[in-house]
């Protein structure tokens, strides 16, 4: 049981150039997430995923673009990298609660990775 | 919308001795979900700890507890008899059982 993880852990990239970020979950959790970590700001959700095929808008999601095709991943897209998106990318899961309060609940996080653009 | 507030961003404790980390939220909800991820210099997130909202009783896991005051809307965790590996930086978090909002996180350094 790997939980999730994340590829790569590491990139640089130019400005302009695209790249894609690849989640994995083996929990079968309905949801997922992706993060950005920057200095002193915590965690901000850019995109997230209620079930395979759907997807939604987090607090910052210009720039990103997402996919779910499959239950157990979770794509994030760069198009046009630029340098404000030089950060530490952080995919999440989480299973669907549907007893007492229903919804997400604890989330569990893949290990991050470092993102930086020239 | 909904805030998560950790007014400290450092703090320091001696090994062996008792830390609380402060958080505050804002919310109109009265069922949610509230959270204390540790962020160790490896970078992963781990849980710490959770507390559900309708649940009085304090959340407590071996040495983490935490001390819930819902109509303070406060959410602080006490780390007692601290250890070179709780040195790490927190992150208070809150969810309405969808997104998780997060707290900007506290430094804890803990001395030998």
């Known amino acids: 049981n790997a939980g999730v993880t994340q590829t790569p852990k590491f990139r640089v990239l130019k400005t302009g150039q695209s790249m894609t970020l690849l989640c994995a979950q083996d929990?079968?959790?309905?949801?997922m997430y992706w993060y950005r970590q920057d200095p002193g700001m915590g965690l901000r959700l850019i995109h997230y995923?209620?079930?395979?095929?759907?997807?939604a808008k987090g607090e910052v999601p210009d720039g990103y673009n997402v996919s779910r095709l499959k239950k157990q991943n979770f794509l994030l897209g760069l198009e046009s990298a630029a340098p404000s998106q030089t950060s530490v990318y952080f995919c999440?899961?989480?299973?669907?609660?549907?007893?007492?309060?229903?919804?997400?609940?604890?989330?569990?996080f893949g290990p991050g990775t470092r993102l930086t653009v020239l | 919308a909904q805030t998560v507030t950790q007014s400290q961003p450092e703090m320091s404790v001696q090994e062996a001795e008792t830390v609380t980390l402060s958080c505050t939220y804002d919310?109109?909800?009265?069922?949610?979900?509230l959270f204390w991820y540790k962020q160790p210099p490896s970078r992963q997130m781990i849980l710490v700890i959770r507390q559900e909202a309708y649940k009085q009783q304090n959340a407590t896991e071996n040495r983490f507890s935490v001390n819930f005051q819902k109509a303070a809307k406060s959410f602080s965790l006490k780390i007692s008899d601290s250890q070179l590996g709780d040195a790490a930086m927190y992150f208070c978090?809150?969810?309405?059982?969808?997104?998780?909002?997060f707290g900007a996180g506290t430094i804890l350094r803990v001395k030998s």
């Open positions: 995923s209620v079930g395979e095929g759907t997807t």
């Open positions: 919310t109109s909800e009265s069922d949610y979900y």
């Open positions: 978090a809150y969810s309405d059982g969808n997104k998780l909002v």
């Open positions: 999440a899961s989480s299973y669907y609660r549907t007893w007492g309060r229903s919804g997400t609940d604890t989330q569990y």
């Open positions: 929990m079968n959790h309905e949801y």
